[in-house]
């Protein structure tokens, strides 16, 4: 079962069920709606449409295909948030090389690689977060994961991608089995 609440003003109010008990999940959307489930996939049919119905198979390429738009997003927000605090300039030849990199496909596999120690994966280190897929990146892609100023989306399992996207900002997300989550 699931409830979505769209009561501006509940400021901390938790609906509970009749029994009194907990919802099990709790999301707050783009349009500030907050979503109660009882699972993962509830709260997936919220954020990705058709997403109950779709075949196993489908659901790992949605789930896939959603962090790819949610990371672009998330990446565009951290290059805005730089340029307003003056700590990145798209418009510097300088900035304009490492744009290339944060703008990159975000289901490429990228090779981070440093004039003394070509072929190994080097630390991201510019004053933007590098917004990845964990499917892109070993073990799942070519190359070693990035190190260094990277926010990881995790879109291999639902919950793993849910968690991933509070994690990085992109969702306010709150489940009865987050760690300090009482």
Not at 43 to 48: A, K, M, P, S
Not at 73 to 96: K, M, N, V, W, Y
Not at 116 to 136: C, E, I, K, N, Y
Request: charged share 20%; proline share 7%.
């Amino acid at each position: 079962m699931r409830f979505r609440n769209f009561h501006a003003g509940c400021c901390g109010y938790v609906p509970t069920r009749a029994d009194g008990s907990e919802w099990s999940h709790v999301l707050t959307l783009r349009d500030s709606s907050t979503v109660y489930a009882d699972t993962v996939d509830e709260v997936l049919d919220e954020v990705i449409a058709g997403w109950s119905t779709l075949p196993a198979d489908e659901q790992a390429e949605a789930l896939v295909r959603h962090a790819d738009v949610a990371a672009q997003e998330a990446q565009r927000l951290r290059i805005a948030d730089a340029t307003s605090r003056g700590t990145f300039d798209p418009a510097d030849p300088d900035d304009r090389g490492l744009l290339v990199v944060l703008e990159a496909d975000k289901q490429l596999s990228l090779l981070l690689e440093t004039p003394d120690a070509p072929g190994a994966q080097a630390d991201w280190l510019a004053p933007v977060d590098l917004v990845l897929l964990t499917t892109s990146y070993a073990p799942h892609g070519e190359h070693p994961p990035i190190g260094g100023r990277t926010v990881w989306l995790d879109p291999s399992n639902p919950a793993a991608y849910l968690a991933s996207l509070r994690d990085s900002g992109s969702y306010d997300y709150w489940t009865l089995s987050t760690p300090g989550s009482a």
